[in-house]
C-alpha cells in the first residue's frame, strides 16, 4: 500500500510490478527456421517459466538454443504460434508434462511465401545454393 488515497477517499493500490519486455528478434531467417521446426519435430512449452524444448521424438526432448527460444517466445506473443494440449515428455530420465505447440494456418502460409520470395539485393543464399 501507498498510504495515498484517490478522490473518494479509497486507498491507492500501488500498480502491479511491470513483465520485463523481451527483446525483439528481427532476425528473418530465424524466424523461418523456427516456424519450419514448429511445424515439423515441433516445440513445447515446459514449467512454470514456460522453458522452451525441442521435440526430439513422441515423448523426448532437449532444450532449445536461447535465441530460438526468444524467436519462439515472441511468435508465441504475436500469436504466429499457439501453446496447444498437455503432454507428457522425457528429458535426461525424467518424465514431467508440458504443453506443445502449434503453428496456425496462416502462419504456414506466410512462411512458405516468405521461403519462395527472391532476396532484394539479388544475391543467392544459402536455400537457394542449396536448392539449386
Avoid: C
Wanted: a positive charge; charged letters at 25%.
Amino acid at each position: 500500500m501507498t498510504g495515498q488515497e484517490d478522490l473518494f477517499g479509497n486507498i491507492v493500490e500501488p500498480p502491479p510490478p511491470h513483465k520485463p519486455q523481451r527483446v525483439p528478434v528481427n532476425d528473418m531467417d530465424l524466424v523461418e527456421r523456427v516456424l519450419a521446426v514448429a511445424e515439423s519435430s515441433g516445440y513445447a512449452l515446459v514449467g512454470p517459466a514456460e522453458r522452451v524444448f525441442r521435440v526430439e521424438s513422441k515423448t523426448d526432448i532437449t532444450p532449445a538454443p536461447a535465441h530460438e527460444a526468444e524467436a519462439v517466445h515472441q511468435l508465441l506473443d504475436a500469436k504466429w504460434l499457439t501453446k496447444g494440449g498437455n503432454h507428457s515428455y522425457r528429458y535426461h530420465g525424467r518424465e514431467g508434462s508440458g504443453n506443445s505447440i502449434l503453428v496456425s494456418r496462416a502462419a504456414k502460409e506466410k512462411a512458405r511465401l516468405w521461403r519462395n520470395l527472391a532476396p532484394l539485393n539479388g544475391r543467392k543464399t544459402l536455400r537457394a545454393v542449396a536448392n539449386g
